[in-house]
């Protein structure tokens, strides 16, 4: 199985911050990555596929990076409703494994 | 296109569940179907779905003894049926779809919390 391991876990910043989030996927998954936001007690919302590609609705300041085995999702300036744990998958090869999620909380 | 998931329920360890997500908006057919499970305070974890390239079901081979999904193609239906509880499967399943890009679940129910206890 694909391990995907994310860092930090735990990431404190406050609203304006330029905040990004890694990802590394045990082998190489091409681009064949997506990021996910989620709020407690909500389902997972995809934000970004094939690494850098921004789902439709939502926001610019949001963006993804990466190839093969090392990701980035970065969100340009933190807004208030993005405080959420971020989640990576890959979908390169089955099972289709996340990472263990990242929580951005208020510094 | 909506996923609408059953309610919660507790269960005794070595008994089985069954949730349902209904599909509305769009058929049970035209669309591929997953499962994605989320235990307390733990990541997300695949445990199986339709291929829509190939048009079979497959299953992380973790869950591959005990999980069985079906479908209702007269109501649009999925089930998820997992045996043989144990504490460790008390979590959260979800349906999801892969709808715009294969792989990638843009589409989710609310979730159905399992509670696996004595």
């Known amino acids: 199985d694909i391990q995907m391991t994310q860092s930090p876990s735990t990431l404190s910043a406050s609203v304006g911050d330029r905040v990004t989030i890694t990802c590394r996927a045990s082998?190489?998954?091409?681009?064949?990555l997506a990021w996910y936001q989620q709020k407690p007690g909500k389902a997972p919302k995809v934000l970004i596929y094939?690494?850098?590609s921004l789902e439709s609705g939502v926001p610019s300041r949001f963006s993804g990076g990466g190839s093969g085995t090392e990701f980035t999702l970065t969100i340009s300036s933190l807004q208030p409703d993005d405080f959420a744990t971020y989640s990576c998958?890959?979908?390169?090869?089955?099972?289709?494994?996340f990472g263990q999620g990242t929580k951005v909380d208020i510094k | 296109v909506h996923l609408i998931q059953s309610g919660a329920e507790v269960k005794k360890p070595g008994a089985s569940v069954t949730v349902s997500c209904k599909v509305t908006g769009y058929t049970l057919t035209e669309v591929s179907l997953h499962w994605v499970r989320q235990a307390p305070t733990k990541g997300l974890e695949w445990m199986g779905g339709l291929d829509a390239d190939e048009g079979e079901t497959v299953y992380a081979q973790k869950f591959q003894d005990r999980v069985t999904t079906s479908e209702d193609t007269s109501t649009d239906t999925a089930y998820m049926h997992l045996s043989s509880l144990r504490s460790e499967d008390t979590a959260v399943y979800y349906c999801?779809?892969?709808?715009?890009?294969?792989?990638?679940?843009?589409?989710w129910g609310q979730g159905t919390t399992v509670t696996v206890s004595s």
């Open positions: 082998q190489s998954i091409s681009n064949w």
């Open positions: 094939r690494a850098s």
């Open positions: 999801a779809l892969n709808w715009g890009v294969p792989g990638v679940f843009d589409i």
């Open positions: 998958q890959q979908y390169n090869s089955y099972p289709w494994t």
